[in-house]
């Protein structure tokens, strides 16, 4: 690690299998990372990392619950009771390719941490909430990716992002026989087929255009991508950029949402 952002960084020798020092390192966590600031006035907004159906095979009707979504609360406080908007929800393509989104609309009925029931829940962790979603929308992970938080409070749905981008250097994890070096990443080409990561979501992107920077440009390349599905963010949101490489995505970069099309609401 000499030479990189990690040299000084310590190193906590651990066995989750064996549970050795694992307290250690919940105790470094602890005492030596500092709390990052929480916004608990704004409007909540939650990204989506898992989904369930909590019904167990041949429940009866009228004890069927509504989906669950968990994941981690980025900022603002939901309640029990809270009317609630996820977005983009549900997405259907037309017969000429054109996307277009249904916003699911719902209202919380319960709100968990681990095995804890709450009344409210802040940013920090992880929380699973508990909807009137219809339950076949949320099993199998079918909401990862999405965005959570008040009714009509919630970011625009984009299907195409201009994106001011930086690539590495060189590709991470892989070598080539030539001197064992990493190979070097080449530039972004157009019409080039991308995976992007943008919060919790992953969607392919393909590139439309590209912009060089310089001293004109602010010193940053640009990027327009059409991305394959919506996705629910705000301008100024960081973003991953992979490209596939031996049949593996690797990835070569990183940027931030400039502008962006929104998408067709159904």
């Known amino acids: 690690m000499a030479g990189t952002v990690a040299e000084t960084a310590p190193i906590i020798p651990i066995s989750a299998v064996l549970k050795y020092n694992i307290d250690v390192v919940s105790q470094y966590l602890v005492e030596r990372i500092p709390l990052p600031v929480r916004d608990f006035v704004s409007h909540p907004h939650m990204i989506v990392i898992r989904s369930f159906d909590v019904n167990k095979p041949g429940e009866e009707v009228e004890n069927l ?14 309640r029990m009771g809270d009317e609630v908007e996820v977005r983009p929800g549900i997405v259907v393509k037309s017969a000429n390719d054109q996307v277009k989104y249904t916003p699911i609309f719902s209202r919380i009925v319960s709100l968990k941490a681990e095995e804890n029931d709450l009344e409210f829940a802040v940013p920090g962790g992880l929380i699973g909430v508990g909807t009137c979603v219809d339950p076949t929308l ?15 409070f919630l970011p625009k749905v984009y299907i195409e992002v201009e994106v001011s981008y930086y690539l590495l250097r ?25 995976l992007v990561n943008i919060g ?19 010193g940053s390349d640009m990027a327009k991508i059409a991305l394959m599905s919506p996705v629910c963010t705000i301008v100024g949101e960081k973003i991953a950029i992979s490209r596939r490489i031996d049949r593996h995505w690797r990835l070569i970069g990183w940027g931030t949402i400039v502008r962006g099309v929104e998408c067709e609401q159904a």
């Open 65 to 78: 619950k509504g989906g669950v979504a968990g994941g981690s609360i980025m900022r603002g406080v939901l």
């Open 200 to 218: 919790s979501t992953s969607t392919g992107g393909k590139v439309q255009a590209i912009k060089k920077g310089g001293k004109a440009g602010g």
């Open 138 to 152: 949320t099993r199998a992970d079918r909401l990862v990716g999405h965005v959570l938080g008040h009714r009509g």
């Open 170 to 194: 060189r590709l991470l994890g892989v070598r080539t026989q030539e001197g064992g070096r990493a190979a070097r990443v080449d530039d972004l080409a157009r019409s080039e087929v991308l």
